[in-house]
């Protein structure tokens, strides 16, 4: 039922208990304010699509009737209840009413208000990085806005606990309900690290509609209560002060009763009826004479009555400031408070079933212009500094914008060292040194301390157990310890909860994880103080956390995470477990780097420059390493270290990769006319080694080139590309690839070699218009050994020789 009685709801749902009076003047300029947010966001919508130009012929869109129900609720908080260091997120379809709001503070020129959804001009959705005003959290992902301010407060109890000073204060999310059908809602929601989190609010736009319809049944009192169990505090705005009154009178009961049975579609289909035809279904409501209802509204005139039925209290804004007031307060809980709105609130349309994306016609959006009362001239100003709404503007800007605390200085790229000196080991696999790394960048001085590191409950099995060890597990408070006298407990792992503690451990959900690695990543930006996020996450779920993973970057966070174990290397574990197409997604996500190191070496170096990129809080990246299990001879490295120096060598592991096996040096008896290029990725590489001894035996001149980083010769190729159309001047951009493939070996048959999908290297031949055999996984993976399973897959060493000596064929015509 859409709107269940509280009375009889067995959810404790408390009505705010402040009750924050606001004088006459005052309620009437935030009354004022109100009208005039609601018609420059339904102005800059109509003047999106009615005025400007549109050589397309393409809807703009815009979304009047979703910014209508907001409108009451942004402003009691910008303009009331919000104080310097609030963070707040916005539903994605109220931008227009945000682009409003930071009109009148002064945060936006005119000139923007005519460019919504506009190039360079006010995004369709709240962005950080693209919006020209201040936006504190990226919507438009439906959910992940929402959630973001959540974890957002648990990086601030972090920041607090170990360094201090904080710019940050509240944590606050503005939600359509249809955001709460969103899966990842409600992972965080039920997160065991956000139950303490006491300064976060999140505020429901309770307005019954999504994009096609009328909601049937949007089961209000059972959201409320998976709020609840889960330890949340739930506040409610659902009736205004003019509903209530009558509900106080003798029959109100009646009325209210009537009210809460209401289907949604019913209750939206009464409050467009006038009043003469209303009255008789209320008093008659389902067919039954209610003499309780007909005294109730008796001296209610006919011309108020829908409006009556409307008085929701998400409209009312002395009930707002009160509520504001109650859920903003000190807890040691997070809290949600439910306000029930008129989607399409006064407006033409308001309640209409199909009003999502109507927009008005010129006709109308005059009428609103002259029932607000502004003069055709003034429509698109602002209030005069000496009225009392322009007074309002001025203190609201003074009180959340003027004087921003100054954000503690980011660590330096220059204090982040080039080189851990760690100690070298015969075999490891890329998670192992991983591991033994992340212990070492523990006693760095400027930058052990600001490392956090976050797994969703695999931190041991993706070798964080030493760093935790080291570091301890963050908490608010130090944990009892209760296995300190039992000689049989695990020592491996010392699992001590404290405030000190630097790692954060999660539930299994790899959307949290990837949502609270972007919130860290943000921290500079949200909070003032930088740190180092590190995840861990096994690489088939990077997948799962996609959505969330998305998000952050594309809001600007710099975060680093390893994907560990990869690939149908991890052969016992079955197809579940073993990723294929993660490399692509290393390749494709704009803002991310990816590297997938095969020695230990190249992994110090890809993961300290991880740590460099996030010093960097204009233009640096986030960073995705793709590890495995499987242990490597490490002395297979040094060969080409001696052969090529250790600068020269990290200089080019970072660029995208190196020759490993130069025929030149370690086969000179080969014939160069037959010479083919082994590209291999990761865990492959030892796999073309191997291939290319075949090869040599047979006098070809095979050399390896191991792809540390697929990406970063990609992006170097695709900037080449734009200079050499000229669609970008300077300088000739570096192609690391022309090093690896030297014109004299440029129309050599390329085979191309990852524990992934082929297509993912498939392009490197396009690159001189060579042929390309690529190799990978193409079909699910599933259990056995790893001989087994590269000979099943054809990645082994004698597949890739024979792929090698077929492409010499073609190339002879043979």
Same mark, same amino acid.
């Given at each position: 039922?859409?709107?269940?009685? !509280?009375?009889?709801?067995?959810?404790?749902?408390?009505?705010?208990?402040?009750?924050?009076?606001?004088?006459?003047?005052?309620?009437?300029?935030?009354?004022?304010?109100?009208?005039?947010?609601?018609?420059?966001?339904?102005?800059?919508?109509?003047?999106?699509?009615?005025?400007?130009?549109?050589?397309?012929?393409?809807?703009?869109?815009?979304?009047?009737?979703?910014?209508?129900?907001?409108?009451?609720?942004?402003?009691?908080?910008? &303009?009331?209840?919000? *104080?310097?260091?609030?963070?707040?997120?916005?539903?994605?379809?109220?931008?227009?009413?945000?682009?409003?709001?930071?009109?009148?503070?002064?945060?936006?020129?005119?000139?923007?208000?005519?460019?919504?959804?506009?190039?360079?001009?006010?995004?369709?959705? !709240?962005?950080?990085?693209?919006?020209?005003?201040?936006?504190?959290?990226?919507?438009?992902?439906?959910?992940?806005?929402?959630?973001?301010?959540? #974890?957002?407060?648990?990086?601030?109890?972090?920041?607090?606990?170990?360094?201090?000073?904080?710019?940050?204060?509240?944590?606050?999310?503005?939600?359509?309900?249809?955001?709460?059908?969103?899966?990842?809602?409600?992972?965080?929601?039920?997160?065991?690290?956000?139950?303490?989190?006491?300064?976060?609010?999140?505020?429901?736009?309770?307005?019954?509609?999504?994009?096609?319809?009328?909601?049937?049944?949007?089961?209000?009192?059972?959201?409320?209560?998976? #709020?609840?169990?889960?330890?949340?505090?739930?506040?409610?705005?659902?009736?205004?002060?003019?509903?209530?009154?009558?509900?106080?009178?003798?029959?109100?009961?009646?009325?209210?009763?009537?009210?809460?049975?209401?289907?949604?579609?019913?209750?939206?289909?009464?409050?467009?009826?006038? =009043?003469?035809?209303?009255?008789?279904?209320?008093?008659?409501?389902?067919?039954?004479?209610? !003499?309780?209802?007909?005294?109730?509204?008796?001296?209610? !005139?006919?011309?108020?009555?829908?409006?009556?039925?409307?008085?929701?209290?998400?409209?009312?804004?002395?009930?707002?400031?009160?509520?504001?007031?109650?859920?903003?307060?000190?807890?040691?809980?997070?809290?949600?408070? #439910?306000?029930?709105?008129?989607?399409?609130?006064?407006?033409? &349309?308001?309640?209409?079933?199909?009003?999502?994306?109507?927009?008005?016609?010129?006709?109308?959006?005059?009428?609103?212009?002259?029932?607000?009362?502004?003069?055709?001239?003034?429509?698109?100003?602002?209030?005069?500094?000496?009225?009392?709404?322009?007074?309002?503007?001025?203190? /609201?800007?003074?009180?959340?914008? /003027?004087?921003?605390?100054?954000?503690?200085?980011?660590?330096?790229?220059?204090?982040?060292?080039?080189?851990?000196?760690?100690?070298?080991?015969?075999?490891?696999?890329?998670?192992?040194? &991983?591991?033994?790394?992340?212990?070492?960048?523990?006693?760095?001085?400027?930058?052990?301390?600001?490392?956090?590191?976050?797994?969703?409950?695999?931190?041991?099995?993706?070798?964080?157990?030493?760093?935790?060890?080291?570091?301890?597990?963050?908490?608010?408070?130090?944990?009892?310890?209760?296995?300190?006298?039992?000689?049989?407990?695990?020592?491996?792992?010392?699992?001590?909860?404290?405030?000190?503690?630097?790692?954060?451990?999660?539930?299994?959900?790899?959307?949290?994880? &990837?949502?609270?690695?972007?919130?860290?990543?943000?921290?500079?930006?949200?909070?003032?103080?930088?740190?180092?996020?590190?995840?861990?996450?096994?690489?088939?779920?990077?997948?799962?956390?996609?959505?969330?993973?998305?998000?952050?970057?594309?809001?600007?966070?710099?975060?680093?995470?390893?994907?560990?174990?990869? =690939?149908?290397?991890?052969?016992?574990?079955?197809?579940?477990?073993?990723?294929?197409?993660?490399?692509?997604?290393?390749?494709?996500?704009?803002?991310?780097? /990816?590297?997938?190191?095969?020695?230990? *070496?190249?992994?110090?170096?890809?993961?300290?420059?991880?740590?460099?990129?996030?010093?960097?809080?204009?233009?640096?990246?986030?960073?995705?390493?793709?590890?495995?299990?499987?242990?490597?001879?490490?002395?297979?490295?040094?060969?080409?270290?001696?052969?090529?120096?250790?600068?020269?060598?990290?200089?080019?592991?970072?660029?995208?990769?190196?020759?490993?096996?130069?025929?030149?040096?370690?086969?000179?008896?080969?014939?160069?006319?037959?010479?083919?290029?082994?590209?291999?990725?990761?865990?492959?590489?030892?796999? /073309?080694?191997?291939?290319?001894?075949?090869?040599?035996?047979?006098?070809?001149?095979?050399?390896?080139?191991?792809?540390?980083?697929?990406?970063?010769?990609?992006?170097?190729?695709?900037?080449?590309?734009?200079?050499?159309?000229?669609?970008?001047?300077?300088?000739?951009?570096?192609?690391?690839?022309?090093?690896?493939?030297?014109?004299?070996?440029?129309?050599?048959?390329?085979?191309?070699?990852?524990?992934?999908?082929?297509?993912?290297?498939?392009?490197?031949?396009?690159?001189?218009?060579?042929?390309?055999?690529?190799?990978?996984?193409?079909?699910?993976?599933?259990?056995?050994?790893?001989?087994?399973?590269?000979?099943?897959?054809?990645?082994?060493?004698?597949?890739?020789?024979?792929?090698?000596?077929?492409?010499?064929?073609?190339?002879?015509?043979?």
């Amino acid at each position: 039922m859409s709107f269940p009685s !509280p009375i009889e709801d067995p959810v404790d749902i408390t009505r705010a208990a402040a009750d924050q009076t606001l004088s006459d003047d005052h309620l009437a300029a935030l009354e004022e304010v109100q009208r005039r947010v609601l018609w420059l966001s339904a102005l800059s919508i109509h003047h999106a699509n009615n005025v400007r130009p549109n050589p397309d012929g393409i809807k703009v869109g815009g979304h009047q009737a979703s910014c209508a129900s907001a409108v009451s609720i942004m402003t009691a908080l910008y &303009f009331h209840a919000l *104080q310097r260091g609030d963070r707040i997120s916005i539903k994605p379809h109220a931008s227009p009413v945000l682009h409003a709001i930071h009109y009148l503070l002064g945060n936006l020129n005119k000139e923007y208000l005519t460019t919504l959804r506009g190039y360079r001009g006010l995004q369709a959705y !709240p962005s950080r990085t693209k919006d020209p005003f201040p936006v504190d959290f990226s919507t438009g992902s439906v959910g992940h806005g929402a959630v973001a301010p959540a #974890f957002a407060a648990l990086s601030h109890s972090y920041l607090r606990t170990h360094f201090g000073d904080v710019t940050s204060r509240r944590f606050i999310s503005f939600i359509g309900d249809a955001e709460l059908d969103e899966g990842n809602i409600w992972e965080a929601v039920i997160e065991e690290a956000l139950a303490p989190a006491g300064n976060v609010l999140w505020i429901v736009d309770l307005n019954r509609q999504s994009l096609d319809r009328v909601i049937p049944g949007i089961r209000a009192t059972e959201m409320k209560g998976h #709020f609840a169990q889960s330890g949340w505090r739930v506040l409610e705005a659902k009736y205004g002060r003019a509903l209530r009154d009558v509900f106080a009178r003798p029959g109100g009961p009646s009325f209210r009763r009537a009210i809460d049975a209401m289907e949604n579609e019913e209750y939206q289909t009464l409050i467009r009826l006038p =009043g003469d035809k209303l009255r008789p279904r209320l008093i008659n409501f389902r067919g039954v004479h209610n !003499p309780g209802i007909e005294q109730a509204i008796a001296d209610v !005139p006919n011309e108020e009555l829908p409006g009556l039925l409307a008085n929701l209290g998400g409209h009312d804004m002395q009930d707002l400031i009160d509520i504001f007031e109650e859920g903003l307060r000190p807890s040691d809980q997070p809290t949600v408070i #439910f306000c029930y709105t008129i989607k399409g609130w006064n407006m033409p &349309f308001y309640g209409d079933a199909l009003n999502h994306s109507a927009i008005m016609k010129d006709e109308q959006i005059e009428e609103l212009r002259e029932q607000i009362g502004i003069a055709e001239e003034d429509q698109w100003e602002r209030f005069s500094e000496d009225s009392a709404a322009g007074q309002l503007c001025q203190e /609201a800007f003074e009180r959340l914008y /003027a004087g921003e605390e100054p954000r503690t200085p980011a660590v330096r790229a220059d204090q982040v060292p080039v080189h851990l000196g760690h100690s070298r080991v015969k075999t490891s696999s890329t998670q192992e040194s &991983f591991g033994r790394l992340m212990t070492q960048l523990a006693d760095l001085e400027d930058v052990g301390p600001r490392i956090v590191t976050v797994s969703p409950d695999v931190s041991t099995s993706t070798n964080l157990g030493g760093w935790i060890n080291k570091t301890g597990v963050f908490a608010l408070s130090e944990a009892t310890r209760y296995d300190e006298d039992d000689d049989n407990a695990p020592k491996l792992l010392r699992w001590e909860p404290k405030p000190a503690g630097q790692h954060i451990e999660l539930g299994i959900s790899e959307m949290n994880l &990837f949502s609270m690695l972007g919130m860290l990543g943000l921290s500079h930006e949200l909070s003032g103080q930088m740190v180092f996020p590190i995840g861990t996450v096994y690489d088939p779920f990077v997948l799962r956390g996609m959505d969330a993973l998305v998000y952050s970057v594309y809001s600007g966070s710099k975060m680093v995470f390893a994907g560990t174990p990869s =690939g149908i290397t991890l052969a016992p574990e079955g197809g579940a477990h073993q990723s294929t197409i993660t490399p692509s997604v290393g390749i494709e996500l704009p803002g991310l780097r /990816a590297y997938e190191p095969c020695f230990a *070496q190249e992994l110090e170096w890809a993961l300290l420059d991880s740590l460099r990129q996030c010093c960097d809080r204009e233009n640096g990246e986030s960073t995705y390493l793709r590890l495995s299990t499987r242990p490597v001879d490490q002395t297979l490295f040094s060969a080409a270290l001696d052969r090529i120096g250790q600068d020269d060598l990290r200089r080019q592991v970072l660029a995208g990769g190196y020759r490993i096996v130069d025929a030149a040096y370690d086969a000179p008896d080969t014939d160069p006319r037959d010479t083919v290029e082994i590209v291999a990725a990761g865990v492959m590489v030892p796999e /073309a080694i191997k291939a290319a001894g075949i090869l040599h035996q047979e006098g070809v001149a095979a050399n390896v080139i191991n792809l540390t980083s697929a990406q970063q010769l990609y992006a170097q190729w695709r900037e080449w590309q734009r200079y050499d159309a000229g669609m970008i001047d300077g300088p000739e951009p570096t192609m690391h690839l022309d090093t690896l493939i030297p014109s004299a070996e440029r129309r050599a048959p390329i085979v191309t070699l990852l524990d992934g999908a082929s297509h993912t290297l498939a392009w490197i031949g396009s690159v001189n218009g060579a042929q390309v055999t690529a190799l990978g996984v193409d079909q699910f993976g599933q259990s056995g050994t790893l001989s087994e399973l590269y000979q099943h897959y054809e990645i082994d060493p004698e597949r890739i020789a024979m792929a090698a000596f077929a492409a010499l064929d073609r190339r002879d015509g043979v």
